[in-house]
């Protein structure tokens, strides 16, 4: 048997090369994701090994204390303290931030997140280990930098050069004294790195005379933890030591962490692709098994058991896998490249690196391709071993109308069960996320029963939507038509894969214009500010900046806004909410008390502004949560520590802007060590607003890390986020379609293969090519056509479901974006119209003697 099912494969080798196409795909994005998933993982970790092998300790500010933007006491002091403990060789103290290099075009260099000023520290020899100059030294003191080897070269800069650098604040132009190369993991990974003087980076990053970090380096033969243990006793408050081995740990479970999420993200449109591909698979061995029923017949007849039909039947799958899998996983190593330099398009700033292929990949790329195979096949192999030995005088076994009976009543009992759940879930008033999780548990099991209901629904859909191509066409429409219905199994799995697509594009389409409509709404009616002036990245400003424009010819208010980590109610412990609920740490915005209301508006469902200055104001679901009404005394704790209460003035309602909770700069200020804005709100005088632009950018020096955005600016900027996020799930959607059309395509072939005889006899009674070629190029059309509208109808209501189910937890309704729906619609139809060129092509070719000869 086994002899037998090998000359089978190579005897249907061609039947077999579509199927083998869409496995080859779907393995290919399992393979070129984990391909992906190893090489930054392996570039990661990498780059960061060199990153702590000196640091025996370190001493930086705690995460409530970054988060709070608190300033430990991180001096001078304790740094001569530290370099006297016994068993330590030295001590490095630096600080970092955001810095990017301005080229000559003023244009910044790199990316938003990747670009980086930190300190030169010289030792005593007056160089820093941790670069090594190629030209040049380190900066010594204030109007001096250093920078990266690559980005010298990328802006064409040499020592002596004046060079403009933007940290948080205004152009800083400096003297390039340096340049030089470093293990520095940020550097690694393709990032720029600007070097300050000790005094300079403090100011910059920190406060003078401050540190963001201090790294200790053990003496020979002094552990990490004797080191750590002479240490901690120093450390001050929000400040916290831990060893080089915690910290290369961290790091390690850090990158793993970060790299597993990807993955897993993009396994799920990876398994989208295979779910699609198992319909192909599916269709692919029925109709083999339909076309060698008298082969299999005969088998039986000269002794072959089913068990022996069935294991052929697999083997011939799991070959087929096989072989199909390895392509695939050598055509993934080329796509995981592709999707690195897709994410790196959309500024993801993924590292560099030669390709890492790691046997678990190659396992996995297998095992998946042999098991989406056999498990595909299965069925068709379980009927192939039900064909008795008299259907050898027979050339079809058709599947009975008891198995579609079945199925069709199992279809409609999950399609009731989807209906209950999502309408059930519609009509609950309260919603909240767990809703929203339910409505999509519901489309799920709906259109699993759409799925087996298809066969159902394709003969009458495609009779009625048939009959204009009929009239149009003639003979051609209707033979096309007939074609299409003939078997409504094989009709149901070509469609059904299409179908799939559309649902997940059709359900994204609807949340993405719903969204950004909720982003208009938002945007047009929340800002009132004429401009919004902040750093790119949400890179806190200096304070200098606001100045800059307040001075700005034109402006006539102003307001600065900022936000910190606040508790907002009594917690159980210190008021730093260790019980939970309301005594949790919350997000504060804080803005001028004066104009703040003015530039970014609030609307009020209990109270106002009034008492704003000295009180709080609480969106309502805080509000809500908390038991708090207008008047209530509110207990807040600051990041500094210190307690107060506050006057509730007003409810507003939750919108995204402003957050839960806001008070006045005049209430914060005093409770940050370091103050910086977020973004700074600008009115401007009557009739001066389009010139308000271009005085701010004057009077900013012309920044590259400056945006400074209108409100019909605002409301684009957000729009093109969410249609670069739909685009990437388009594309990543994108190789399901593949295989859907491939589906069509491998449907059509096998089909012309099938009715080779019928279309000899067609041709004979003086049907002519081009009638021939339009007949199959219409069947194409009306199979693609009914899988894209019932998967746009199921996707449409999935995705109006869904977004009214989020009106718990957002005030989106749902809109349809009826021109994607018709674009998508005509795409089905073109999509039709290419999967038939080549079998049509080959259909109108074939000589009409030798068709009619064929068994």
């Known amino acids: 048997m086994l002899k037998t099912t090998l000359r089978n494969l190579l005897a249907h080798r061609l039947r077999l090369a579509l199927t083998a196409a869409a496995i080859i795909f779907g393995v290919a994005f399992v393979s070129g994701v984990l391909t992906l998933s190893n090489t930054l993982s392996e570039a990661f970790k990498k780059a960061s090994a060199t990153d702590y092998k000196d640091v025996s300790v370190d001493v930086r500010p705690t995460e409530d204390a970054e988060r709070d933007r608190q300033v430990p006491a991180l001096d001078d002091g304790l740094l001569g303290t530290l370099r006297g403990l016994p068993g330590v060789a030295s001590v ?37 280990p941790k670069y090594r100059f190629t030209s040049g030294h380190g900066p ?22 004046q060079v403009r650098v933007v940290a948080n604040g205004p152009v800083l132009t400096s003297v ?79 990158i793993e962490s970060g790299t597993k999420e990807l993955t897993q993200a993009l396994l799920v449109f990876a398994g989208i692709a295979l779910f699609v591909g198992t319909f192909i698979i599916a269709n692919t061995f029925t109709m083999l098994v339909a076309q060698r029923t008298r082969e299999f017949a005969l088998l039986r007849a000269i002794g072959a058991t089913r068990r022996q039909i069935t294991r052929a039947v697999l083997v011939e799958a799991t070959v087929l896998g096989l072989v199909s899998g390895a392509i695939g996983f050598v055509l993934g190593i080329g796509l995981s490249e592709a999707l690195r330099s897709l994410f790196n398009s959309m500024d993801a700033e993924l590292p560099p690196g030669p390709v890492v292929i790691a046997p678990g990949a190659v396992v996995a790329a297998l095992s998946v391709a042999v098991v989406v195979t056999v498990v595909a096949a299965w069925l068709p192999a379980h009927r192939a071993a039900s064909i008795p030995p008299v259907a050898a005088l027979r050339s079809d076994l058709p599947p009975t109308a008891k198995s579609l009976r079945v199925r069709n009543g199992i279809g409609a009992f999950l399609l009731a ?44 859909a495609i009779r009625f939507a048939g009959r204009p191509m009929s009239a149009a066409f003639g003979i051609s429409g209707r033979l096309a038509r007939e074609n299409a219905v003939r078997n409504p199994r ?42 919004g002036v902040s750093l790119i990245g949400e890179i806190p400003m200096d304070p200098a900046m606001a100045e800059a424009v307040a001075r700005t010819p034109g402006v006539t208010e102003i307001s600065q806004l900022r936000s910190a980590n606040v508790r907002i109610g009594a917690a159980a412990d210190d008021g730093f909410g260790g019980s939970g609920g309301s ?126 955005m209108s409100r019909d600016d605002y409301r684009k900027e957000l729009g093109g986020i969410v249609d670069l996020l739909l685009n990437l799930l388009y594309g990543l959607l994108g190789m399901s379609i593949v295989i859907a059309v491939i589906g069509i395509v491998n449907t059509l072939a096998m089909s012309v293969f099938e009715r080779t005889r019928e279309i000899g006899m067609l041709r004979a009674i003086g049907m002519d090519r081009r009638r021939i070629r339009s007949m199959i190029r219409l069947e194409s059309v009306m199979i693609s056509v009914f899988g894209a509208v019932l998967g746009m109808a199921l996707g449409l209501l999935i995705g109006v479901l869904g977004v009214n189910a989020a009106k718990g937890t957002s005030e989106m309704t749902p809109v349809v974006p009826w021109e994607r729906m018709g674009l998508f619609l005509i795409l089905a139809g073109l999509v039709g119209v290419l999967a038939a060129a080549w079998p049509a092509r080959r259909a109108a070719r074939m000589e009409v003697l030798g068709a009619i000869r064929t068994e």
Do not use: W
């Open 583 to 708: 005594g949790d740490g919350t997000e504060v915005v804080s803005m001028d008390a004066r104009t703040g209301l003015g530039l970014l508006r609030a609307d009020f469902v209990k109270g106002g502004p009034e008492g704003f200055a000295d009180g709080l104001l609480l969106g309502e679901k805080k509000a809500k949560d908390g038991g708090y009404e207008v008047g209530s005394r509110v207990p807040v704790t600051f990041p500094d520590g210190q307690r107060t209460t506050l006057v509730l003035s007003g409810i507003y309602e939750d919108d995204g802007l402003l957050g839960d909770a806001v008070m006045s700069n005049e209430t914060l200020t005093p409770h940050l060590d370091r103050v910086v804005d977020t973004d700074i709100l600008v009115r401007a005088a009557p009739g001066a607003a389009r010139e308000l632009r271009g005085n701010l950018e004057k009077a900013l020096g012309d920044n590259p890390a400056v945006k400074i």
């Open 417 to 460: 069960i989807g209906i209950v759940i999502c309408y059930g879930v519609g009509r609950t008033k309260d919603k909240s996320t767990g809703d929203v999780f339910m409505i999509m548990g519901g489309g799920f099991v709906a259109l699993v029963s759409v799925i087996m209901l298809v066969p159902l629904l394709s003969t009458p």
């Open 490 to 531: 094989r009709t149901a799995a070509t469609a059904s894969a299409l179908m799939i697509g559309l649902i997940l594009v059709s359900t994204l389409s609807v949340f993405g214009a719903s969204l950004k409509q909720e982003l208009d709404r938002v945007a047009l009616r929340g800002i009132t500010a004429d401009y």
């Open 92 to 128: 490095r103290a630096t600080n970092t931030g955001y810095t990017a290099i301005v080229d000559r075009d003023g244009d910044r260099l790199g990316g938003r997140s990747n670009t980086n000023g930190t300190t030169f520290a010289p030792g005593p020899d007056g160089q820093d």
């Open 140 to 161: 010594r003191a204030a109007g001096e930098i250093a920078v990266d080897e690559r980005a010298a070269k990328d802006a064409g800069f040499r020592v002596g050069d």
């Open 176 to 254: 390039l004294v340096g340049v030089f190369t470093t293990d520095d993991a940020r550097y690694q990974v393709g990032g720029t790195i600007t070097l300050f003087d000790r005094a300079t980076a403090q100011e910059l990053f920190s406060e003078p005379g401050r540190y963001d970090d201090i790294a200790v380096r053990a003496a020979p033969g002094t552990t990490e933890e004797a080191v750590l243990a002479s240490v901690r006793p120093l450390v001050p408050s929000g400040a916290e030591a831990v060893t080089g081995a915690k910290l290369r740990a961290d790091q390690a479970a850090d």
